[in-house]
């Protein structure tokens, strides 16, 4: 495969250099480029010594110099610096055989440049990177549940990126990783009756099963707000619409808003504001409601949230003494804690939640203020007002009900108690050592929840018997039970009938063991309401049973179509005909060849796609050529990419993640290639969530902290700040930071200006920063502005960068540095060489010189001098940092901290103010220039060629004319040539 790459990218270099400006260029280089480098160059550059890597004796004509470009770019960048020759060498070239070499290099550039104009270039078939796979899964299946992290780390392009065809290789290791990872996500798969699902965890086991299941259900009553002092209170800002500034909003808008239920809020309003009652508890919440105060000051706020919680109580308090008590339902023989009588006082309590059973009011005032009109309402003597009281305690529990949802109960036949203690039982039905669920949410049903909502909560409730197979395995343990705890089937007759038998839930087994069970009870003198209660239990249970029978029947093509469609979402584009039927044909070859049951032939089909190359590689295919743009025209072999490539080449920037459906129905209809709609797509994109795999991805390669989250270079013996909690806030804070600064489409100069940075409380505390500033924060993260004060703001000073670029027990301003002009600026350092002696590990080893002394002895060597003068300064400038990113005024050998630098300029600065101020005056384009480059890299999943250097314009030109915005960069980027069209063919001349 890489020998491949090679012929193909040498392909391509071999046209391209062929047909460059030959004559002037060929001329000045044989005449006067080539004796010069012969001269000053070639005894540290040639292919034995190769000094700072550079071997510039294999290039003897324009032709490898346009291959071997990039090499030439370093020479350039370091002629213009005056820095090589070094100043020890022997001799040195004149300042116009300088400058004459200078414009060589820039008009090989300019003429390359402007030959290859529009040129995408070679993108190469490629994998996902192991973090595109993670984010595609997610989006997916729709749970982050990260298969690849077992992955190898990827390696990175020459740009410093994991996302190109040029690293991203496969190899037989790997693949069964891939394999491994794609049995993974099939092991979290779930059916349903509507198609399948995807859980956060494997769902193989039934109580993998059970846990899914429940917790949605549970998720979703927790979603419902079911507290009435939040009713009454919003209630009260309807009534005060117009005094609030809300005089449009209807109540229905004014609930959603607050996520409460419209429903219920207008059934209560109606309560509180219909025709007036006299006596009864109705009566008493009217006179407390038209007591709340009548303006809207912040007091009378104040009081209305202490007077709403006030009636809540009195609701609630007075609600839970009508509660009539049920006792158990016995029966000769039979356990108290038989399924049949537990199911029978379950459904009484539920029969009970909207019911007022007569139950004499409580003694006491109930809350209420003595003298009040609501204690006077709640005082009754004569007969006819008993009698409106006993209506009006009618009306209050069908409306107020005991409970509007049970999500958790112990053993209901046990003492009440005792068993409130016992929690975590969640939708039990109430059973001891058997499972089973038993459905309780009536009033909120009836009540609160709108038809959306019903048939949601409907649809999750049948998902939990099918997925679960929970009344199987109920019925079992009732057999068992009873055969166990219970005495009660121990006679013969009973013995065919064994919680084992795999068709105990067979219509005639259950028919048979509920004649013999009833025929029993009715033997030993069980009441007409125990035999109720008994042949209800095996009439719901067999019919639960069919239907789930008849459920599964149905849905086995459901779920083959939902593979097909999962398939086509998969690969990221529509399936062919021949596509489709394939994915029905491996799952039919599976059942009817290999014999796997439907679930587990549906598992190893889903298996099977997330390891087609369909899914796992990404080729951006062409168009059928019929709308070239004016670059295919211009450049032989280039043509569009067809839309569908085009939405997948869009989100993987963007997102690094699949295309949803909003892209897909855009790129199918083929629309998406129009300017308008492309423009508009990518501004949508920006403002989707899923722009954090931008943020993430681009900026944690380009700025090289992608991997912080598994430093361990730090000695936590001498830095205990230094925890796990604190090093996921460093890693998070830059990309906190971009994030905002893409959402408010911000200055990209705000990367190095800014003063405001994000933090969290460890962040916060680590940077010496008082709580106060850090009040208002969304997810425990809040902005801080004025963050110079602490001498932060941007990121220089973030402690993500000045921790990873330190040794673990010192400062190194050479790699702080290193990173400053490599990272930041895009200046070419090469590596030092194996012979230059390490400074000490510790700093407190110094012994009496400071680190900058120890430096300056460092650059003392010529050798070393060159490069330590482009660097070094940006690192001294950050000495007010110690080895964790902490801000300090002496090292750790005690001595006072000199942060002061002289800058390549030879301008002297202190810290990061004397830094920013010298990249303001001297750098700040090769900032731009730099970040321009590394994005368009990103973008393109390619190293970048000379063809790019026009779009680089562009990029720079867009930039300063749109106040640095991000989304110019972006913009400029997507409706590019190299970014619109594909290379298809190389031509060898």
């Not at 209506?391 to 049970?406: G, T």
């Not at 005909?577 to 032939?601: C, I, K, N, P």
């Not at 002061?900 to 810290?911: C, E, H, L, Q, R």
Request: proline share 5%.
């Amino acid at each position: 495969m890489k020998t491949l790459r090679f012929v193909v990218a040498c392909l391509f270099v071999m046209n391209a250099v062929t047909v460059i400006a030959e004559q002037p260029l060929a001329v000045t280089f044989r005449d006067t480029v080539k004796p010069l480098l012969q001269t000053h160059c070639a005894d540290c550059h040639n292919d034995v010594t190769r000094e700072g890597d550079l071997d510039l004796s294999v290039d003897q004509d324009v032709a490898s110099v346009v291959k071997n470009f990039r090499r030439w770019m370093v020479v350039l960048e370091r002629l213009e610096s005056g820095d090589m020759p070094p100043e020890d060498a022997d001799e040195q070239p004149t300042q116009q055989q300088r400058e004459s070499v200078v414009r060589w290099i820039k008009a090989v550039r300019d003429a390359e440049a402007e030959r290859t104009a529009g040129d995408p270039g070679v993108v190469l078939a490629r994998r996902l990177s192991s973090s595109e796979y993670n984010y595609t899964i997610r989006d997916l299946t729709g749970v982050d549940i990260q298969p690849a992290n077992a992955f190898p780390i990827d390696p990175a392009n020459e740009a410093g990126f994991d996302n190109s065809g040029e690293s991203l290789t496969m190899s037989p290791a790997l693949l069964k990783k891939y394999l491994a990872a794609a049995r993974f996500v099939s092991e979290h798969l779930a059916l349903t009756p509507t198609g399948f699902e995807f859980a956060t965890h494997p769902v193989i086991t039934p109580t993998d099963r059970d846990k899914f299941c429940v917790n949605r259900i549970v998720d979703f009553y927790k979603r419902q707000r079911t507290d009435y002092d939040a009713y009454f209170m919003l209630l009260w800002q309807f009534q005060n619409r117009d005094s609030l500034g809300r005089s449009g909003v209807t109540l229905a808008e004014l609930a959603r808003q607050q996520d409460l239920s419209a429903r219920y809020a207008e059934t209560l309003w109606t309560v509180l504001t219909g025709d007036a009652e006299s006596v009864g508890v109705i009566a008493a919440l009217q006179s407390m409601w038209h007591e709340l105060p009548a303006g809207v000051t912040e007091q009378h706020q104040t009081d209305a949230v202490a007077q709403c919680k006030q009636m809540a109580e009195f609701v609630t308090t007075l609600r839970e003494s009508l509660v009539p008590d049920v006792p158990n339902l016995t029966s000769p023989e039979m356990n108290i804690g038989s399924q049949p009588l537990v199911l029978w006082k379950n459904r009484q309590f539920v029969e009970n939640r909207r019911r007022y059973s007569g139950t004499p009011l409580p003694e006491g005032n109930l809350g209420l203020t003595e003298g009040s009109s609501a204690a006077k309402a709640m005082t009754v003597s004569e007969d006819a007002e008993q009698e409106l009281m006993h209506k009006s305690l009618e009306r209050f529990c069908s409306i107020f009900p005991d409970a509007f949802y049970i999500s958790e109960r112990a053993r209901v036949y046990l003492d009440a108690k005792s068993e409130k203690k016992l929690t975590g039982r969640f939708l039990s039905a109430g059973f001891h050592s058997q499972m089973g669920y038993f459905r309780d949410d009536a009033p909120l049903y009836d009540l609160m929840l709108d038809e959306s909502q019903q048939r949601q909560i409907d649809r999750l409730w049948t998902e939990l018997d099918f997925v679960t197979s929970a009344p199987m395995r109920q019925y079992s343990g009732f057999i068992w039970f009873d055969r166990t705890d219970s005495t009660f089937m121990r006679d013969r007759e009973f013995d065919r009938y064994r919680a084992e038998d795999k068709d105990a839930t067979s219509a005639e087994k259950v028919q048979g063991l509920a004649e013999v069970y009833i025929a029993k009870a009715r033997r030993l003198g069980s009441s007409d309401q125990a035999l109720t209660a008994i042949r209800r239990y095996f009439d719901d249970m067999s019919a639960t049973f069919r239907k789930l029978e008849q459920l599964r029947i149905q849905s086995e093509p459901v779920h083959v179509q939902a593979l097909v469609e999962f398939t086509e979402r998969a690969f990221r584009r529509p399936l062919s005909v021949q596509e489709r039927d394939d994915v029905v044909a491996f799952y039919q070859t599976l059942r009817d060849v290999d014999g796997l049951s439907h679930e587990d032939a549906i598992r190893d089909s889903v298996g099977r796609v997330l390891m087609s190359p369909h899914f796992c590689y990404r080729v951006d295919l062409p168009g059928d050529g019929g709308g070239d743009t004016i670059a295919s025209q211009q450049t032989p072999g280039v043509q569009p990419l067809d839309d569908v490539a085009l939405a997948n080449r869009l989100s993987y920037f963007l997102w690094s993640s699949m295309p949803d459906p909003a892209l897909m129905e855009l790129a199918t209809s083929g629309r998406l290639h129009e300017p308008d709609v492309l423009v508009e797509q990518v501004r949508r994109m920006l403002r989707d969530e899923r722009v954090h795999g931008l943020a993430t991805e681009f900026t944690g390669n380009w700025l090289d902290f992608r991997r912080f989250e598994q430093h361990n270079g730090v000695d936590r013996g001498r830095f205990p700040q230094f925890t796990d909690e604190l090093r996921q806030a460093m890693y998070e804070e830059p990309i906190r930071f971009f994030l905002d600064l893409i959402a408010r489409d911000a200055s990209v100069l705000h990367c190095l200006y800014a003063d405001y940075t994000f933090v969290n409380p460890e962040l916060a505390s680590h940077y010496g920063v008082p709580a106060e500033p850090i009040a208002n924060s969304i997810e425990g993260w809040s902005k801080l502005d004025g963050a110079s004060r602490w001498g932060r703001g941007g990121m220089l000073p973030m402690a993500v960068f000045l921790t990873y670029n330190s040794p673990g027990l010192r400062t190194s301003p050479v790699k702080r540095g290193n990173w400053v002009v490599k990272r930041m600026l895009g200046e070419n350092v090469p590596a030092p060489p194996a012979t230059v002696p390490e400074l000490p590990e510790d700093e407190s080893k110094l012994g009496d010189l400071t680190l900058r002394e120890a430096l300056a002895r460092h650059r003392a060597d010529s050798s070393c001098a060159g490069c330590h003068e482009r660097i070094d300064s940006f690192g001294l400038a950050f000495e007010g940092y110690g080895p964790v990113g902490e801000s300090r005024d002496t090292d750790l050998g005690g001595r006072a901290v000199d942060d002061t630098a002289v800058f390549p300029d030879k301008s002297v600065g202190s810290g990061l103010a004397g830094l920013l101020q010298y990249i303001r005056n001297q750098r700040q384009d090769d900032f731009v220039d730099n970040l321009c480059r590394k994005l368009l890299a990103y973008g393109l999943g390619r190293t970048l060629q000379l063809s790019d250097e026009a779009t680089i314009a562009q990029m720079r030109s867009t930039l300063a004319e749109q106040d640095y915005r991000f989304s110019s960069m972006i913009e400029v980027i997507v409706t590019s040539p190299a970014f619109l069209n594909k290379r298809t063919q190389l031509e060898l001349e």
